[in-house]
């Protein structure tokens, strides 16, 4: 990919893009609700070799941190680096984008700033040197959907943003830590991949797959059974 490309980390999304100059100039996947870091168009020396994700639901609000170990097998190169919003959605105050309680991101141990570029992206810079690793570090806060709250509770974390990098995925870990809304009794979450093993306790799931190209639409689909009693434990 020619230096000065762009990269699309699809974070904290919760609808499609709402711009159609933004869905032409970014054919990466639709996404939902946030997800893997993802190549604005399919990239040819960098590939993620491991992601870890950890959601953690809260009351009211969840918590995301990924962990993207992403090889460049090419020379070193200079990408922008987005974190789309997405498109509006009803939040507690009525319609608006989704805005971060809190965001953080870090490239190798090193906190990068991200500005605000339009209403629906965050924008920075990454050099990924070549021949070597590199290290994304994402952290960040976000409220309920108001529907998933009130309605049918649910979170979604889109994996097929993976899926533009070289090759296939390596290895990749998902953990959904349910301990602040009275643990599995309360949620689940399913990820349809190849290979893939799920592991459930008291209050996590987790979920492994390795090796693996997803589908463009793939998501890790977190159902909720109720948000309002699980807050009354």
Not at 51 to 67: N, P
Not at 108 to 132: I, S
Not at 151 to 169: F, Q
Request: glycine share 10%.
């Amino acid at each position: 990919m020619a230096r000065g490309s762009g990269i699309c980390l699809t974070l904290l999304l919760t609808g499609v893009l709402s711009c159609p100059c933004m869905l032409e100039a970014n054919p990466a996947p639709e996404p939902l609700a946030g997800g893997t870091v993802a190549a604005r168009s399919p990239h040819k020396t960098i590939r993620m070799e491991a992601e870890e994700v950890t959601i953690r639901l809260g009351k009211g609000t969840y918590a995301v941190e990924g962990v993207y170990h992403m090889f460049n097998s090419g020379e070193a190169t200079t990408e922008w680096v987005d974190f789309p919003k997405g498109r509006e959605r009803e939040m507690p105050d009525g319609w608006d984008y989704p805005n971060f309680i809190q965001f953080h991101a870090w490239v190798d141990g090193k906190k990068v700033p991200f500005t605000k570029d339009r209403r629906e992206w965050l924008a920075g810079q990454v050099t990924f040197p070549g021949h070597a690793t590199t290290i994304i570090r994402v952290v960040y806060e976000v409220n309920y959907p108001v529907v998933a709250v009130y309605g049918g509770d649910y979170a979604e974390y889109i994996v097929g943003t993976g899926s533009l990098w070289k090759d296939s995925i390596g290895k990749a870990l998902f953990t959904v830590d349910g301990s602040e809304i009275g643990g599995t009794e309360y949620f689940d979450a399913e990820l349809k991949a190849p290979r893939s093993h799920k592991l459930r306790s008291e209050h996590v799931v987790r979920i492994e797959v390795s090796d693996f190209k997803p589908q463009r639409d793939a998501t890790l689909f977190i159902k909720i059974k109720d948000q309002r009693k699980a807050a009354e434990k």
